[in-house]
T-cell receptor, first 116, second 111 residues
Framework: DTGVSQDPRHKITKRGQNVTFRCDPISEHNRLYWYRQTLGQGPEFLTYFQNEAQLEKSRLLSDRFSAERPKGSFSTLEIQRTEQGDSAMYLC??????????????FGAGTRLSVL | GENVEQHPSTLSVQEGDSAVIKCTYSDSASNYFPWYKQELGKRPQLIIDIRSNVGEKKDQRIAVTLNKTAKHFSLHITETQPEDSAVYFCAASNTGNQFYFGTGTSLTVIP
């Protein structure tokens, strides 16, 4: 599978626990994005990376959220001290502005988080 | 920051009719406007996109128009088919940095 992959697909956790999600972008894509999507809404931008550098962070991203892309390949999104309001689908996307596909974003299937 | 508004939120059409979804954006620096289709429980998939140096783009039954002056862009689907039923999202971006999405349009094509 050469698409964007996310793991796990589903995560159920108790309030106050920490969770970590992983995203593996398309291999030649140097940009990687994280979004949050709640039911009936469009994806909300959280942050994005160019290679290993985190270039933008939304103000939606509180200090409980942290994202890394240590080697410019896969990325992790960690949520500490989860709250019920964190329940959502977390989507990852990648793009390659330097290639023919340009700004086209390819999305992963997402990680659905449920905080009990 | 950018603000993207999308209308209508729901749209029902008879099979074979056309469907039009409209979006407006606020940031004149936005120069890339993709449209995504998301079926229930699946990932968003790009169906068409347009850059700010182009006024219209067409791909078979799907077309997108862009009016930079008015800051709005529209998706047109002709000869709709039941498999076109899905949620459609517009988005705006400045050179592929942050992407701002609309709130989505749930399209139902009635056979």
């Amino acid at each position: 599978d050469t698409g964007v992959s996310q793991d796990p697909r589903h995560k159920i956790t108790k309030r106050g626990q920490n969770v970590t999600f992983r995203c593996d972008p398309i291999s030649e894509h140097n940009r990687l994005y994280w979004y949050r999507q709640t039911l009936g809404q469009g994806p909300e931008f959280l942050t994005y990376f160019q290679n290993e550098a985190q270039l933008e962070k939304s103000r939606l991203l509180s200090d409980r959220f942290s994202a890394e892309r240590p080697k410019g390949s896969f990325s992790t999104l960690e949520i500490q001290r989860t709250e019920q309001g964190d329940s959502a689908m977390y989507l990852c996307a990648s793009s390659a502005p330097g290639l023919a596909t340009g700004n086209i974003q390819y999305f992963g299937a997402g990680t659905r988080l449920s905080v009990l | 920051g950018e603000n993207v508004e999308q209308h209508p939120s729901t749209l029902s059409v008879q099979e074979g009719d056309s469907a039009v979804i409209k979006c407006t954006y606020s940031d004149s620096a936005s120069n890339y406007f993709p449209w995504y289709k998301q079926e229930l429980g699946k990932r968003p998939q790009l169906i068409i996109d347009i850059r700010s140096n182009v006024g219209e783009k067409k791909d078979q039954r799907i077309a997108v128009t862009l009016n930079k002056t008015a800051k709005h862009f529209s998706l047109h689907i002709t000869e709709t088919q039941p498999e076109d039923s899905a949620v459609y999202f517009c988005a705006a971006s400045n050179t592929g940095n942050q992407f701002y999405f609309g709130t989505g349009t749930s399209l139902t094509v009635i056979p």
